[in-house]
Each structure stands twice: as structure tokens, then as C-alpha cells.
């Protein structure tokens, strides 16, 4: 996490709201995975990110409001690793890519499990637009599952077991991301990387 220079600095007024704003979401996935959401006030956030409650509020206008742009930072992280995942070796067969994508994804979990707590579980407490944006970010990968294997968009079959795909994956991740168990994270790769060998045969 970036920290702030004491006493004078060059930092632009854009550079230190950055900084603040991330200092605020990693307090509030902090005080999230200890207390969940609904038991997380804006005070222990503040407390946490070491800032003062105008701060907070120049930045947000509620806990809500917080929770959403931290959800939103949350996701660009995982959707980074996974489009970059997607990228590396385009020429290699399908199975492979997706034993290699499925590894960066299971591997960024197990980095930062609190950010990937507020991404997996918290987001269930955070009400119906977290869901909606949830929901936004599956139809994503699961398009982007769809192209990696090469799947006809008229293909409903192979879409539908793209979705189930990265449903189990999701699924079995979040139950080791809530044990906080990044052994059995990893250990995930083996079954679904044969999963999906069996739903996308070469």
C-alpha cells in the first residue's frame, strides 16, 4: 500500500487523493474481513486508513459509496491478471491457456485475500447495485472463457458450460477465500483444470 511522505512533498493534489483513496480501501477490505460489512462503520475505515473523517467524506458520501469504488478497485485488479492471462501465449492449445489463466487467478486471491474477501463475499451485503455490477463482471469473463475456447456465440451448449465453468470456479474459490486457506486455493487447479478438459475436449 502507498504511504504518504511526511512534511512537505512535491505530490501533486491528484497524487495524495489517490493515495488516501487507497489507503481507504485497503482499511475498509481490512475491517470488512474481520467484521463484514454490515458491522464495519465509517469510523472504523477512517481509524484503519489512518485519515480524518472530511477526508473520508471529500472522497465519499457514504460507507455505501466507499464500498462501491472499492468493489470497483477490487475488480480491475482481478480483471487485469485475467486479461493478461488471457493474452499470454494466444498460440498455445486451449486447455493450457486456461491451466495458466486459472493459475494467475487463484494466485492474485491468495496475494491479497482481504481485497479478495470484499470481491467474493462482502459484496453479497452491499446491496442490489453491488450485484448488478457483480453480475456485469461474470457475463465479462465468462464472454472471455467463451472466446479462449473457441466457442460459437450460437453455441447455447458451450456458453452454458463456459458460465458453469466459471460458476464452479468462483464458487469453490470463495468458499477457501472465507477459510483463508491459500493451500487449498491452489490445489483447486488440478480438478478444474480437468473440468474443463472435459467440457472442452481438443
Known amino acids: 500500500m502507498t504511504t504518504l511522505p511526511r512534511g512537505r512533498h512535491g505530490l501533486s493534489r491528484d497524487a495524495v487523493a489517490a493515495v488516501q483513496r487507497e489507503r481507504i480501501f485497503h482499511a475498509m477490505a481490512d475491517a470488512m474481513a474481520e467484521r463484514g460489512y454490515a458491522g464495519t462503520p465509517v469510523a472504523e475505515v477512517i481509524k484503519r486508513a489512518g485519515v480524518s473523517r472530511e477526508t473520508f467524506y471529500q472522497h465519499f458520501g457514504s460507507k455505501h459509496d466507499c464500498f462501491l469504488a472499492a468493489y470497483e478497485w477490487a475488480t480491475d485488479a482481478l480483471r487485469a491478471g485475467f486479461a493478461e492471462g488471457i493474452a499470454v501465449g494466444a ?90 486457506d491459500a493451500a487449498a486455493l491452489a490445489s483447486l487447479r488440478p480438478p478444474l483444470v480437468a473440468l474443463a478438459a472435459t467440457l472442452f475436449p481438443s
Open 91 to 180: 498460440e498455445r492449445p486451449a486447455p493450457e491457456r486456461f491451466d495458466a489463466l486459472l493459475g494467475r487467478y487463484l494466485a492474485a486471491l491468495a496475494e491479497d485475500p482481504r481485497r479478495a474477501r470484499l470481491f467474493l463475499v462482502e459484496a453479497y451485503a452491499a446491496g442490489p447495485e453491488i450485484m448488478r455490477r457483480r453480475l456485469a463482471v461474470q457475463r465479462e469473463a465468462a464472454a472471455a472463457l467463451a472466446a479462449l475456447f473457441g466457442v460459437d456465440g450460437r453455441d447455447e451448449a458451450r456458453l452454458f458450460a463456459c458460465e458453469a465453468l466459471l460458476a464452479a470456479t468462483i464458487q469453490m474459490a470463495t468458499a477457501r477465500v472465507v477459510l483463508d
